[in-house]
Structures are given as C-alpha cells and as structure tokens.
Nanobody
Framework: QVQVMESGGGLVQAGGSLRLSCSAS????????MGWYRQAPGKQRELVAS???????NYADSVKGRFTISRDGAKNRVTLQMNNLKPEDTAVYLC???????????WGQGTQVTVFS
C-alpha cells in the first residue's frame, strides 16, 4: 500500500523561508515523479514543482528563482525549499508521488503554508 507523508509548513512573514518534506513508500518499483502542488481557497490545485527519478525538475513560473525542489531517490524523499515567500504563496501544499502504474499518482494529506505581510 502506497503512503505519502508530508512534514513542514507553518506560518511565516513575507520574505521568510520554509522547508517542506515528503516521503513516499509502498511501491516496489519506486516513484517516477514526485512533486508538490498547492491549493488556495477558491482556486484550482496547481503544480508548484516536480522532480523525476532522473532529477529533471519543473517549476511553476510564479516560484522560479525562489523555490528549489530536491530528491533523495534512494529514500523516495523530496524536499521543497521555499525562500522569499509571498502572501500569494499561502495555500495547502500537497505532495504527489507517481508510479508507472498510477499516472495520477498518490497524494499526501497536505500541509498548510501561511505567509503574512
């Protein structure tokens, strides 16, 4: 059974930093892509950043230069370092872990990030 677990998040002043971590387990063949999405109240869920097993990365334009995603492939763990946070980054951040057999991937429970000015 695949499990995806997140940690981190919290309340921070604009300009500050936070780090989110996500660990996935339960897939014999590992996870092809792991990533972070976010959903703010009244808005659609959007991709923040993703990283493949080959460490190829993809970022939303709104976070480029501020957020960095990294991966420990051996441990199926990804970290999202968020710097220079802005109030518009406020959202529930959810980790997604994708396998070759599950293109939509598996979701964590989400963690709240709140940025105040």
């Amino acid at each position: 059974q695949v499990q995806v677990m997140e940690s981190g998040g919290g309340l921070v002043q604009a300009g500050g930093s936070l780090r989110l971590s996500c660990s996935a387990s339960g897939s014999i063949f590992g996870f092809s892509v792991m990533g972070w999405y976010r959903q703010a109240p009244g808005k659609q869920r959007e991709l923040v950043a993703s990283i493949s097993s080959g460490t190829s990365t993809n970022y939303a334009d709104s976070v480029k230069g501020r957020f960095t995603i990294s991966r420990d492939g051996a441990k199926n763990r990804v970290t999202l370092q968020m710097n220079n946070l802005k109030p518009e980054d406020t959202a529930v951040y959810l980790c997604n872990a994708r396998t070759n057999a599950a293109a939509n991937g598996y979701w964590g429970q989400g963690t709240q990030v709140t940025v105040f000015s």
